[in-house]
């Protein structure tokens, strides 16, 4: 006899945009959530029952509603009220879970904005009725050093053409993500979770720029190495780093040296590309951060 397995249902891919006018200074605050349930989903597999099913319109409305009643103080916050109200509201969901990501907007005037590229900040908030657990993270944000970094000694094999080099631009596209330690819902509201994030993404930064590379995957672990040592609560994170190529363009067929020096000319290539990807761990934790969170 067949048995049903993992499952869930829920509402993917809402758009919510808030603004706040209060004063002449306005807040726009631009999100895409999707909620996820799981929990006594047997009869409505076996049998088309829907007895147990809330709908998934329900689902979106509730996240208009709360962001007009609530506000939205994170992306963190808001996720955790938005699991913790459907796990204790509803006796058939025993779990769920908010993927939320923020759009970043720069801001032109009062009233005035940008989008800021193709960074995203991203949140995985889960909650099964007496734990939160908090993913936070970020994709799309693109860094560059132009010297500073080198890539020799590797391994040769009689298909190998790539020459070694003691001067490299090392560019790559983050994809980030952390786990907080568990709390409970009211830890989780009292945090300040756009503090904790700027923090995070700081030290992303900074260790990116200070480290001097001798590959990927050291600046990789540099980077996860600086949010465990300075981010307390964090337990792990897990980074994907595509390394976004820029070779020397051959000028020599028209008679121009194109070296590394000053006004040196690449090409920047988007693929093929390496993939590096790792996880750190604060020491004794457990990996627990879900491989496709961070899968460009």
Known sequence: MPVLGQNQYGKAQTRVVRVG?????HQLTDLTVSLAFSGAMERVHREG???AVLPTDTAKNTVYAFAREHGIASP???GARLACHFVDSQPTIHRVV??????????????SFVRSGQETRTVRVSYDGERVEVLSGLTGLTVLNTTDSEFHGFVRDRYTTLAETTDRVL???VTACWRHAAEDAETVGATDWNAAYAAAREQLLAAF??????SLQQTLFEMGSAVI?????VQEIRLSLPNKHHFLVDLSPFGIENGT???????????????IEATVLRDGAQERIPVELTRP
């Open 21 to 25: 006018r209060a004063g002449d200074t």
């Open 49 to 51: 029952s829907n007895e």
């Open 76 to 78: 963190e916050d808001f």
């Open 98 to 111: 908010a993927d939320i990501e923020e759009h970043r907007w720069e801001r032109l005037g009062g009233h």
């Open 171 to 173: 560019a790559t596209e």
């Open 209 to 214: 720029t200070g480290t001097y590379s001798l």
């Open 229 to 233: 040592e300075r981010i307390a609560g």
């Open 261 to 275: 020096g000053d006004g040196a000319v690449y090409v920047a290539t988007d693929r093929p590309f390496g993939l």
